[in-house]
């Protein structure tokens, strides 16, 4: 039996663990929506996202990439753990408190002059320094293979957030600062399932390795992947920062709502896509990596057609009549998900190959391509051009990495992108265990 083998059923728990999880956090936020919105109005809704928009951007500049260097480099090596885990919180603590300082300094024109709103965006962003080792903490868990405990953060995460503001809702007292202070310190709560990392590695479960050094080599993967982490974000808000002056206010609401929608199937992609590069960092199988993408594609299509087949007769009683002009580009975006699944994949195999600058140069490559035709399009097609936007940036992606995964990997990119029978009857298989679990458990 070879080593795959028998890793196989660890990896397809975690994968189904991850998966199920991942689905709390959009369900989470359909519930609080709501509940924030009754209890705040609009007014104090927009408030509530203005003080924690600075908050959001220090999360995703001031990782350093280094979450991902731990998961890689913890896989392989669980007794540099704690030792890796100083020098990483250290790292991303100390950018997180220059960032609130740069903060500190724009709130004039974050805040538009307004002292309240001032104080909760510093309180925001300064809770978002723990915030950080959080995500550190979290990065060696997935490399230590800790599915169990991650998927403990996300139940509790969720599950604290919507019983507090449905009981503040309740008791009359829900307000903006306590809607703020409940989103940016149960964060830092539910990370303290992670304090079973501090206990003492494992010295026996190394892998041979050639450089003895941890520093160096960590944070030279953590910024090689940290740049590329940097276009993604820049992808994500390109809409907001774009859509209204080359637009209008209605396209970009009706892309908002187009977003959140393809957002479900996208939130699952990336749970396996993390999961998969946690597995792959600790030990290398491109077998694994290819048979993934292909299973992520049929379910992800099925998922994808589910929702778009049946689109048409909810969007409106969910959202508003008005929103169901964002019927079709929200189909296009379901189809971008399809079409990213194996450029994440191969991607995962990059980064878990030890080459995470290809994948950072895919997502340049995709901010390049969504830019430039977002910039063309959505004045002249708005929300359309917007989808088609989005499209062209995903498709240079999967082929990038697709091609560049092949190559590394010693693989064919079709093993990326066609699926086969084998796949259909694991899949079916897979069902029907499921299926039958709970009737054995009766």
Known sequence: MTASTTAAPSYRRAALMMTATSMLVPLGGLVTAPVLAHGLGAEGRGEMAAALAPATLILGIATLGLPEALTYFVAKRPSITRRALGWTALATAGAGLLSVVAVWFALPFLTAGDPELGRLVMIASLWNVPALVVGVLRGAATGRQMWAVIAWERIALTVLRVVILAAL????????????????????????????????????????????????????????????????????????LLMLPLSDAQSLGLFVVAVTIADVPRVVTFAIQGTLFGVSSHTRDPARVTSTSRLTIIVGTLGCVAIGATLPWWIGPVFGDEFTAATVPTLMLLAGVIIMVPGLMASSGLSAWGRPGLRSAAQFLALGMNLTVFLTLVPILGIY??????????????????????????????????????????????????????????
């Open 169 to 240: 809702l309740l008791a009359g007292r829900l307000t903006v600062e306590l809607a703020v202070l409940v989103s940016v310190v149960l964060p830092v709560v539910s990370g303290l399932v992670y304090m079973t990392l501090l206990t003492r590695p494992p010295k026996d479960a190394d892998q041979p390795f050639d450089d003895p050094r941890i520093v160096a080599p960590l944070f030279r993967y953590g910024v090689a992947t940290w740049h590329g982490s940097i276009a993604s974000m820049a992808i994500a808000r390109l809409a907001d």
């Open 385 to 442: 051009g917007a989808a088609w936007a989005g499209s062209a940036g995903t498709t240079a992606f999967s082929v990038f990495t697709v091609a560049a995964a092949a190559r590394v990997m010693k693989v064919r990119w079709t093993d990326f992108l066609i699926p086969r029978r084998a796949d259909f009857v694991l899949l079916w298989k897979e069902l029907l265990a499921l299926v039958r679990r709970p009737a054995r458990r009766r």
